[in-house]
């Protein structure tokens, strides 16, 4: 066996075990499965937590709340209150996994990893990229829609609208909107522009991921704006030996997020999902916790040169 093929099979182990790890999170996000033949919601104990990942609330098989959905719930409330409660769970999930949250837990993830599979005669062989500017949309989405949106922007009785949920959110159209839509007739005859807007933003985001890896991780999606924040200063995390790296640009080809973990091990676009290292000939990365950023050795023992 040639040491190509080695590596390309240490690849292919690391992406069968995250996927599994990936379908044990949304089968434990949505375990309600037959809730999806009736369109009945799940509103017990568990709806008072939060999953980590995007997961609509509305979604019949759903049995954790969304975070985002419970953050413009709170912080649009005619109370005015900040959610204390949802900030915390996201920060913790920030601090222990930073960005690892969308590759391992994130049903939204595993939907676009899946899309993205896809063979169409056009679609060539050659990874696209988005234009470096594209990444900062999220961004806005989390602090313009997400955040700032619904307590700036009130009704008359000062209840402020969940913007993101409301015209963006494809996972929302697609794990609640069609289901309760399909199963709920009376529904049905009050649609309009707005679900017709939704159903457009959905064929949007499904056509953009079959063509581009993790399209809406990369532009839209505001966990993965908080994620990345999180992600300069969590646990989890890349590291690169640079005396046993040989620059062989592999790890920056096989990355789904189009990052060069040697020059920026700790990018907010990064998603901790491990490709990276189990295609490195050199064995010069690492994934776990520990030192972050860039590494060298000296007399034995890593000497930090970058964070």
Request: include cysteine; proline fraction near 5%; hydrophobic fraction near 40%.
């Amino acid at each position: 066996m040639t040491e190509n093929s080695k590596i390309q099979d240490k690849g292919k182990i690391q992406d069968i075990r995250r996927k599994l790890i990936q379908i044990a999170a949304f089968g434990f996000t949505n375990s309600r499965m037959s809730d999806f033949a009736t369109g009945k919601l799940y509103t017990g104990r568990w709806k008072n937590f939060c999953a980590p990942g995007l997961n609509c609330y509305s979604c019949p098989a759903a049995t954790l709340s969304c975070p985002v959905g419970a953050l413009q719930a709170v912080n649009g409330s005619m109370r005015f209150d900040f959610s204390f409660y949802v900030i915390g769970i996201l920060l913790a999930f920030g601090v222990l996994l930073g960005r690892a949250v969308c590759a391992f837990l994130c049903p939204f993830g595993l939907f676009q990893e899946l899309l993205y599979k896809i063979k169409l005669p056009g679609k060539d062989k050659k990874k696209r990229k988005l234009p470096a500017w594209s990444r900062w949309i999220k961004y806005i989405v989390l602090f313009g829609m997400v955040l700032l949106g619904p307590v700036v922007l009130t009704n008359s009785v000062g209840s402020g609208d969940p913007l993101f949920c409301k015209y963006i959110c494809p996972a929302g159209t697609l794990e609640g909107g069609i289901p309760l839509i399909l199963t709920h007739p009376e529904l049905r005859k009050a649609l309009g522009w707005l679900f017709s807007w939704k159903m457009a933003v959905l064929i949007a985001v499904v056509t953009g991921s079959i063509f581009v890896q993790r399209f809406f991780c990369k532009i839209l999606c505001p966990l993965g704006a908080f994620y990345a924040i999180c992600n300069h200063f969590s646990f989890y995390h890349i590291s690169v030996d640079q005396k046993k790296c040989i620059h062989c640009d592999r790890c920056e080809a096989v990355c789904p997020m189009d990052v060069d973990p040697v020059k920026t091990p700790c990018s907010g676009e990064c998603i901790c999902c491990g490709r990276c290292a189990a295609h490195c000939p050199a064995s010069a990365i690492t994934l776990g916790y520990g030192k972050a950023g860039n590494t060298q050795r000296e007399n034995g023992a890593d000497v930090k040169i970058s964070r």
